[in-house]
């Protein structure tokens, strides 16, 4: 016997082994499944239809039960590959990963866009008493700078310049927190 003979069929058992070792279905209901795999082909040819579970069961000699127990565990043995293509045979139709939705990246982005109010929030509180009230009276309220000058009894240009102010403080406190990207 050559060494090259003897080295591929261990090496085919290794693999094969090592296949076993990965596989999450016992080997036993492995052998089931295929067994009911096969009685199902067999009978389909015969009968040139799809056979019931109970016909299936008594070709086999195992309750109807079972049977219906293997082809639920046979679905989910199934595994398919996120690149399959999904209802045509071209290869450019559309793939089961565009139908696996990424909760991660929304998740990671509410989780920050809520960090970052609640470092505005702290940050706009830290702010002068009159800068803070032209920053609520221009985001949450909607004031025009004409407005916000009638109501704190400045001119308008005055109130800009409040609301100018308060940016640049605001921009300085998000800074020193780590963020860049606000204001």
Same mark, same amino acid.
């Not at 492995?30 to 040819?45: G, N, P, S, V, W």
């Not at 799809?50 to 070709?59: L, S």
């Not at 990963?97 to 109010?117: A, K």
């Not at 009159?130 to 916000?148: A, D, M, N, P, Q």
């Given at each position: 016997?050559?060494?090259?003979?003897?080295?591929?069929?261990?090496?085919?058992?290794?693999?094969?082994?090592?296949?076993?070792?990965?596989?999450?279905?016992?080997? $036993? /209901?492995?052998?089931?499944?295929?067994?009911?795999?096969?009685?199902?082909?067999?009978?389909?040819?015969?009968?040139?239809?799809?056979?019931?579970?109970?016909?299936?069961?008594?070709?086999?000699?195992?309750?109807?039960?079972?049977? $219906?127990?293997?082809?639920?565990?046979?679905?989910?043995?199934?595994?398919?590959?996120?690149?399959?293509?999904?209802?045509?045979? $071209?290869?450019?139709?559309?793939?089961?990963?565009?139908?696996?939705?990424?909760?991660?990246?929304?998740?990671?982005?509410? /989780?920050?866009?809520?960090?970052?109010?609640? /470092?505005?929030?702290?940050?706009?509180?830290?702010?002068?008493?009159?800068?803070?009230?032209?920053?609520?009276?221009?985001?949450?309220?909607?004031?025009?700078?004409?407005?916000?000058? $009638? /109501?704190?009894?400045?001119?308008?240009?005055?109130?800009?310049?409040?609301?100018?102010?308060?940016?640049?403080?605001?921009?300085?406190?998000?800074?020193?927190?780590?963020?860049?990207?606000?204001?």
């Amino acid at each position: 016997m050559k060494f090259e003979t003897y080295a591929i069929s261990l090496i085919r058992g290794a693999i094969l082994e090592m296949v076993r070792q990965e596989d999450w279905v016992p080997r $036993s /209901i492995r052998e089931k499944m295929k067994i009911l795999d096969r009685t199902t082909i067999a009978m389909e040819l015969e009968l040139r239809r799809t056979p019931t579970e109970a016909e299936i069961a008594d070709r086999m000699g195992i309750p109807v039960k079972e049977v $219906s127990e293997l082809i639920v565990r046979t679905t989910r043995t199934i595994v398919h590959s996120l690149d399959e293509v999904i209802g045509s045979n $071209s290869e450019n139709g559309p793939k089961l990963v565009d139908l696996v939705v990424d909760d991660s990246s929304d998740t990671e982005r509410e /989780i920050e866009s809520r960090e970052m109010r609640r /470092i505005l929030v702290e940050c706009t509180d830290a702010l002068p008493e009159r800068e803070k009230l032209v920053v609520s009276l221009y985001y949450h309220r909607g004031l025009t700078f004409r407005e916000i000058g $009638s /109501i704190l009894g400045v001119s308008e240009p005055r109130a800009y310049h409040l609301h100018t102010q308060a940016m640049t403080r605001l921009r300085a406190a998000m800074k020193e927190q780590g963020i860049t990207q606000a204001c």
